[in-house]
C-alpha cells in the first residue's frame, strides 16, 4: 500500500540536543512538507521540498532543518536554537500540482523536551 | 496573519445529529480542502472544492463555498461517534506551496 511513514512516533530530547524526525513516502510524490502543531492550534509550516535537493523555508523555519537527498525521504532535525520544541510534527506529501489534490499525511511524531 | 478561521471552535452532539462547521478565509482562493485529524493522528483529507463550485457531496459531507463571503461550511449528516475528531479548513495562499489551516473545529459525537 502506498503513503507516508513518520518515525519514530514519540521521542523524547534533552536541552541542547539536536533530534531528527524520519519522514518517508511511496507515493511517488515530488513535493514534501513539514508541520508544527501545538495544542488546540492549526498547522503552521515548517519547510517544504518541491524537488530532491531543493528546499524552502515556511513561516516557522528558525530552529530547524531539513535534507532532500531523495525524492522518498525528507527528515526534520529540531535543532538546539529552537528554543520551544515540544510539539506535534506531521509530515505531507503532494503530487507537483498539489493545488489540485489534497495532501497526504503521516501519522506524526509527538516530540517532548525533558 | 492569513490563517482561516474555523466555527465553533468545539461542538458536542448526539448521535444521529447533524454537525455543521463553518470556515472563514482571508484571501482569494482557487480550492478549499476539508481534513480530519483523529486524537494524536495525522489529517486525513476529506473533501476538495474548487472556487467555481458552490456546493459539493460525498457520502455524509456536504460542503458548501461562498466565495463573496470567503467561507465554507462542512456539514456531516447523521452523525456517528466514530465522527468524533477535530475538522480543519485548510486552503493555498501565496502559491500552491503554501496550504494554510485553521485552528480546527473539535466535534463530540455521544452514543
Known amino acids: 500500500d502506498g503513503g507516508i511513514t513518520q518515525s519514530p512516533k514519540y521521542l523524547f530530547r534533552k536541552e541542547g540536543q539536536n533530534v531528527t524526525l524520519s519522514c518517508e513516502q511511496n507515493?511517488?510524490?515530488?513535493?514534501m512538507y513539514w508541520y508544527r502543531q501545538d495544542p488546540g492550534q492549526g498547522l503552521r509550516l515548517i519547510y517544504y521540498?518541491?524537488?530532491?535537493?531543493?528546499?524552502q523555508k515556511g513561516d516557522i523555519a528558525e530552529g530547524y532543518s531539513v535534507s532532500r537527498e531523495k525524492k522518498e525521504s525528507f527528515p526534520l532535525t529540531v535543532t538546539s536554537a529552537q528554543k520551544n520544541p515540544t510539539a506535534f510534527y506531521l509530515c505531507?506529501?503532494?503530487?507537483?500540482?498539489?493545488?489540485?489534490?489534497?495532501?497526504?499525511f503521516g501519522s506524526g511524531t509527538r516530540l517532548t523536551v525533558v | 496573519s492569513q490563517q482561516g478561521e474555523e466555527d465553533p471552535q468545539a461542538l458536542s452532539i448526539q448521535e444521529g445529529e447533524n454537525a455543521t462547521m463553518n470556515c472563514s478565509y482571508k484571501?482569494?482562493?482557487?480550492?478549499l480542502q476539508w481534513y480530519r485529524q483523529n486524537s494524536g493522528r495525522g489529517l486525513v483529507h476529506l473533501i476538495l472544492?474548487?472556487?467555481?463550485?458552490r456546493e459539493k457531496h460525498s457520502g455524509r459531507l456536504r460542503v458548501t463555498l461562498d466565495t463573496s463571503k470567503k467561507s465554507s461550511s462542512l456539514l456531516i449528516t447523521a452523525s456517528r461517534a466514530a465522527d468524533t475528531a477535530s475538522y480543519f479548513c485548510s486552503y493555498f495562499s501565496g502559491g500552491y506551496n503554501k496550504l494554510i489551516f485553521g485552528a480546527g473545529t473539535r466535534l463530540a459525537v455521544h452514543p
Open positions: 484571501t482569494s482562493i482557487n480550492n
Open positions: 521540498s518541491q524537488i530532491v535537493n531543493d528546499f
Open positions: 507515493l511517488n510524490h515530488d513535493a
Open positions: 472544492i474548487r472556487s467555481n463550485e
Open positions: 505531507a506529501s503532494s503530487p507537483l500540482q498539489g493545488d489540485y489534490y489534497g495532501y497526504t
